[in-house]
């Protein structure tokens, strides 16, 4: 019975952790199926994830760098890009795929070259830490960058709604942020 109590008192605390900041707007708090459910599945070539990128009329194509080590990337798997608002925003708005910046698979990247995932990381995007969420346009153009875990599902929309309206333009993100903080 003891036992019991300890994993009831352990669900609870696990639940609480991973529940949301008060002051969202978005229900952020239910969870979909799987993180993993965030990225689409790829074969590797850059060039076709444009294509459809244009095809289905998106704002972009979203890559996350991550690595197989890092605490942030995990943290924003299961606590950011597993709630369900999160994935049905970036899912109507973007393509999303997941690149380790220290794999040896191969891709193709924006300009055709067969590259491997490390070398598109460190050389072309210049990926020094993880997480880094970059957005491109539908021509393969880096138009926004984000490196860090957010803090909440919240702040990931809002990194969301800084690159589809175009507010990536004028204005940083850190400085949008602030003025669209919940009062």
Same mark, same amino acid.
């Given at each position: 019975m003891k036992f019991f109590s300890l994993s009831l008192a352990a669900l #609870?605390? /696990? =639940?609480?952790? =991973?529940?949301?900041?008060?002051? /969202?707007?978005m229900d952020t708090s239910m969870l979909a199926e799987s993180p993993e459910e965030f990225f689409h599945v790829s074969? &590797?070539? +850059?060039?076709?994830? +444009?294509?459809? #990128?244009? *095809?289905?009329?998106?704002? &972009?194509?979203? #890559?996350?760098f991550e690595t197989k080590d890092c605490p942030w990337c995990v943290r924003m798997k299961h606590t950011v890009l597993n709630r369900q608002a999160v994935q049905d925003y970036y899912h109507e708005n973007f393509r999303i795929l997941i690149m380790d910046a220290e794999g040896e698979v191969m891709i193709t990247d924006f300009d055709g070259n067969d590259v491997t995932t490390r070398e598109f990381s460190l050389k072309a995007m210049r990926v020094r830490a993880t997480p880094v %969420?970059? %957005? %491109? *346009?539908?021509?393969g153009e880096l138009i926004a960058r984000y490196t860090g875990a957010l803090k909440?599902?919240?702040? =990931? +929309?809002?990194? &969301?709604?800084?690159?589809?309206? &175009?507010h990536y333009k004028s204005i940083r993100f850190s400085k949008f942020r602030r003025e669209n903080q919940p009062s």
């Open positions: #609870v605390a /696990i =639940f609480l952790a =991973f529940t949301p900041q008060r002051g /969202i707007a074969f &590797g070539d +850059l060039q076709e994830e +444009l294509e459809i #990128v244009q *095809d289905e009329a998106k704002s &972009g194509l979203l #890559v996350m %969420f970059a %957005f %491109f *346009d539908d021509e909440n599902a919240h702040d =990931f +929309l809002l990194l &969301g709604r800084y690159v589809v309206d &175009g």
